[in-house]
């Protein structure tokens, strides 16, 4: 029965061509007093092992804008395990979700859990990263190319403010099979192969991270700069990967020395900005990411076709046009630290501990 009437929802989808028609049915749509009625929304986190994002912040937002719209919505996180990405996807499809939003752990197992809640007729969205060939109706992120730039151009700064002649500069990428870790890196090498191409700067080391898993990160940086000594910068494509470097310049007496940038604007990471370790993050406002992923969902879950997807991002497998929502990051420095915290992404207690009170002090927290 509910694989039948999974198929006249998709057909019915083919046949009018609108996102409104996913499991559109007069009886879960309306009520007696003909205000719509949402149906339920089925969300899939990553992990918590990337970035403490996961936890801290895009559970507590997406579960508060769902809550506040008073819409049903199951939230899980697949803790970095495809096998569980898969099973609680197909879980969430057959307890009928009528809008299915995700953060894939790599395209491949991304595409097979949309096109598995397409065929059943369910509205679908990539959230933060884009699933290739993926096949999702809409897709709400950063413009992940920009944090790229922040990021290259943060190092640039640190490096011209600390006078390095000929600085060698290091690579720590994201994970190979995120999209978004091709995009950080597109952003950051249109900033830095210019600065290499004319002899400014020297190319060292350039890897990826698997799965941006931190314990991996130090040991690669450890590796690199095993082979080359000189490294005097380090582009980190998050805090985390940004601080599994630090702790290696630590052991080597070169913390505060070598710039290091981050990403995610994490209490971590802002310690070891105030620190002087770090030289910069990339803040991305999550909870207006959050809110802008569940208002889409939230108008797929009522039946409504959503308005806010104004811009439109191309898969760069399939080609395909993917409506979009793109948010502006901003870089964050120890001059502008103060930003994070009035925004109320972190609060002032988490990041002024007993070790840090005093540069948060001298940075204008009070």
């Known amino acids: 029965m509910r694989k039948g009437l999974f198929a006249l929802a998709a057909v019915g989808l083919l046949a009018t061509g609108s996102m ?45 804008a769902f809550k506040a719209a008073g819409v049903d919505a199951e939230i899980k996180n697949a803790q970095g395990d495809k096998a569980s990405f898969q099973t609680i996807a197909d879980g969430m499809i057959q307890s009928g979700v009528k809008v299915l939003m995700i953060v894939n752990l790599d395209s491949g197992t991304g595409k097979n859990v949309l096109e598995n809640a397409t065929k059943a007729g369910i509205a679908t969205i990539d959230y933060d990263r884009l699933t290739l060939s993926g096949g999702a109706n809409y897709y709400v992120s950063f413009d992940n190319n920009e944090v790229g730039k922040l990021q290259g151009q943060g190092l640039v700064d640190c490096l011209t403010a600390a006078k390095a002649v000929k600085p060698v500069v290091s690579y720590l990428n994201g994970s190979p099979t995120d999209n ?8 950051y090498d249109s900033v830095l192969k210019p600065k290499f191409d ?3 700067y020297v190319k060292g080391p350039d890897d990826a991270v698997p799965d941006w898993d ?6 690669i940086f450890e590796q690199q700069l095993t082979k080359d000594p000189k490294i005097a910068g380090v582009l980190a494509a998050n805090d985390g990967l940004g601080n599994a470097a630090i702790e290696v310049l630590k052991k080597n007496k070169l913390n505060g020395k070598v710039p290091v940038t981050g990403q995610d604007a994490t209490v971590q990471g802002l310690q070891n900005i105030l620190a002087g370790d770090q030289c910069m993050t990339v803040y991305k406002a999550i909870k207006k990411e959050a809110d802008a992923a569940a208002e889409l969902a939230i108008a797929l879950a009522k039946g409504d076709t959503p308005t806010t997807a104004t811009s439109t991002v191309t898969d760069p497998e399939s080609k395909a046009a993917v409506k979009s929502v793109l948010l502006k990051p901003e870089s964050i420095t120890k001059a502008n630290v103060k930003t994070v915290i009035d925004d109320g992404f972190v609060t002032k207690a988490e990041l002024c501990t007993a070790a840090f009170a005093k540069a948060c002090t001298d940075a204008g927290i009070s």
């Open 20 to 64: 409104a028609a996913c499991g559109d049915k007069s009886d879960d749509t309306s009520t007696a007093g003909g205000e719509k009625k949402a149906g339920k929304v089925g969300v899939i986190l990553p992990d918590t092992k990337s970035s403490a994002r996961w936890e801290t912040a895009d559970l507590k937002y997406l579960t508060e």
């Open 180 to 187: 978004n870790a091709t995009l950080f890196k597109e952003g």
């Open 198 to 200: 004319a002899n400014e």
């Open 214 to 219: 931190n314990a991996k990160g130090g040991t």
